[in-house]
């Protein structure tokens, strides 16, 4: 395949910028499972926006930069705020139906770490409404073609280029992708590629993520040598449904800190409030303090969950929250009367591949945009409900980039260089040598391995004894899935199993690195923040 975009990822990073991009060309989305499959179809609170009247774009700023830990880059904050009600008018625009109130005014729902009510939702199913507004777009648009069940295996650079047209600046030339269902390995070649593969909430036992969220972007571009930053900083979401046990690629379910926001307070098994202790905003801290509060207190109780109590809303919880409703009437749980069992659970890459203002990664013609990218808005930890907002902002960055580029004559005319003179000198994929895998118990073992080494030791609560621990033990996987990759056949849970380890090497390693305690990264050993030595990203590349 040939296209003039490339957009690895249909959530709401890639479909924002596959509709922008079509008025310049030909657009492909690939995307791993079912085109929503995505985090963003199960996002629940909203998207942060400045528009109540009591509220501002300082105020919006304050509590992005308060929450990030002093590790946000003011201009990137300031500009997702700026641009934020635009991009609300824009989904309104494209069919995204946000819950409004009986005036036709948009309602406004609260999250921890705001000052103001600023969370513009479609009920509590915010993520499922703009993926179907926007892949309904998609389905009217003739320039964009979407392939589901296509993986994206690696970026094609310099390396995958026969050695006599090799140039000398890195450029992204496409990628190798596995097309699931044929079982080939194709080339896609393209003149701009983006990286739009969300989280890695997977690598983790206990995640909101779903299953697709594996981290691939992230190791991807770093097996590509891009820079990656800030990736110690994973968000634990406070609030997930307690099960007692979970399957290893299942999601756990979230309960939205909306929820909070509309007066549900958190309590310990005993039915005490404890979050006093902890922080004057007590259940509405933001999601690091909170997660941590409820994993010391569990860590004291030995309690597997504490509650979340939903009777300060009453009775209108059922309307305003239908769908966590139905899920917890499900397990038996009446959220009209009963309390919810809930416990923290692996939910947002704060970090990832670092971009400019404009989504360009440190790779010639290579974007990456959404949750995989590393901008600068979220700092050591992301203020509820900014990233959805962000994930827009910033495909029309990209979108506003290639336009002012294609502008001059001398891009234009590179822009239309003949693709299938790059396709025919880009290495194609070989598989000789390997074999189909003939014990798949090595996918389950080793996953559930990484799982529980990042989960034990890497979680909310650090110290330098369980981070060594963990990069010994990660080492060894790693060695051993490199040499089990080299001689196997590609599959889904092969490649996802290389990006797994390959990401929990980067947190595990970017989180020795940072001999502090700051945002979402605690260490034991260092409880107190550093500005003198840490006030700086920590910035992980390829050798
Ligand atoms: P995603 O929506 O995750 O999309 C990634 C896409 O890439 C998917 O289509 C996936 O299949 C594809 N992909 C991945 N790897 C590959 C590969 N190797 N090859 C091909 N395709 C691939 N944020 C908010 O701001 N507000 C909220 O209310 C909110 N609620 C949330 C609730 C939950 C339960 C979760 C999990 C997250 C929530 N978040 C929320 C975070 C937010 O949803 C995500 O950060 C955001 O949706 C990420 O969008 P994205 O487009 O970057 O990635
Ligand atoms: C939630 O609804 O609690 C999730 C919001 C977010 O992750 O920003």
């Known amino acids: ?48 926006s400045v528009l109540g009247t009591d ?60 000052s103001r009510s600023r969370i513009v939702h479609a009920k509590d199913l915010t993520g499922k409404e703009i993926e179907r507004a926007l892949l309904y777009g998609i389905s009217k648009n003739k320039n964009i073609k979407i392939h589901e069940y296509f993986f994206s295996i690696d970026l094609l650079t310099n390396k995958n280029i026969q050695n006599k047209i090799r140039k000398k600046d890195k450029s992204c030339y496409g990628i190798y992708a596995l097309n699931v269902k044929s079982n080939k390995v194709e080339k896609i070649i ?28 992230f190791a991807m571009g770093y097996r590509a040598g891009c820079e990656l930053s800030n990736m110690e900083f994973v968000q634990f979401h406070p609030t997930s449904l307690y099960e007692s046990e979970v399957d290893i690629d299942s999601q756990v379910f979230l309960i939205s800190e909306a929820v909070r926001g509309a007066g549900a307070v958190l309590r310990l098994k005993s039915g005490k409030e404890f979050m006093h202790k902890y922080d004057k905003r007590k259940s509405l801290a933001p999601r690091d303090i909170v997660a941590r509060a409820i994993d010391s207190e569990l860590k004291k109780s030995g309690d597997p969950f504490v509650y979340l ?45 670092k971009t400019d203002l404009e989504g360009k990664t440190n790779i010639k013609n290579l974007f990456a ?9 979220h700092g050591a930890n992301r203020l509820a409900s900014n990233s959805l907002l962000e994930a827009v902002v910033f495909a029309d960055s990209i979108y506003n980039s290639i336009a002012k580029e294609l502008k001059t004559s001398k891009v234009r005319k590179s822009f239309n260089t003949n693709l299938k003179l790059i396709e025919d000198s880009i290495l194609n994929w070989t598989d000789d040598g390997t074999e189909n895998a003939e014990e798949k118990i090595y996918f389950s073992h080793d996953k559930r391995e990484i799982k529980e080494i990042m989960s034990d030791y890497v979680g909310i609560v650090r110290s330098i004894s369980r981070l060594e621990r963990a990069m010994r033990r990660s080492k060894m996987l790693r060695e051993e899935i490199k040499e089990f990759y080299d001689r196997t056949k590609v599959s ?24 502090e ?12 923040r550093d500005d003198k030595t840490y006030l700086n990203e920590i910035n992980f590349k390829k050798k």
């Open 492 to 515: 889904v849970e092969l490649l996802e199993l290389r990006n797994l380890v390959t990401v929990s090497y980067i947190i595990i390693k970017s989180a020795m690195k940072r001999k």
């Open 369 to 377: 945009c959404g949750e995989v990218a590393m901008t600068g808005v």
């Open 190 to 217: 393209s003149r701009k590629t983006i990286i739009a593969t969300g989280g890695l909430g997977q690598v983790y036992l206990h995640t909101t993520n779903p299953a697709i969220a594996t981290g691939d972007g």
């Open 309 to 353: 109590d939903c009777s300060p809303i009453g009775k209108k919880v059922k309307n305003e929250f239908p769908h966590i409703y139905k899920k917890c009437f499900e397990r038996g749980i009446d959220i009209t009367k009963d309390m919810i069992p809930v416990v923290p659970a692996a939910h947002y890459a704060c970090g990832g591949i």
């Open 55 to 114: 509220d501002n774009f300082d105020l919006h700023i304050k509590d992005t930069m308060d929450c990030g830990g002093g590790l946000c880059s003011l201009e990137a904050v300031k500009k997702i705020v700026a641009d934020g009600p635009n991009i609300i008018y824009d989904l309104l625009e494209q069919g995204v139906r946000f819950t409004k109130d009986s005036k036709g005014k948009l309602k406004l729902g609260k999250e921890g770490g705001h």
């Open 1 to 48: 395949m040939r296209t003039d975009f490339l957009i690895i990822g249909s959530g709401i990073a890639g479909l924002s910028l596959a509709l922008r991009l079509s008025k310049f060309g030909k657009v492909i989305v690939i995307t791993k499972k079912r085109k929503a499959e995505s985090n963003t179809n199960y996002a629940q609170g909203g998207i942060a």
């Open 517 to 528: 305690s700051r945002g979402l990264h605690y260490m034991l050993d260092f409880p107190e």
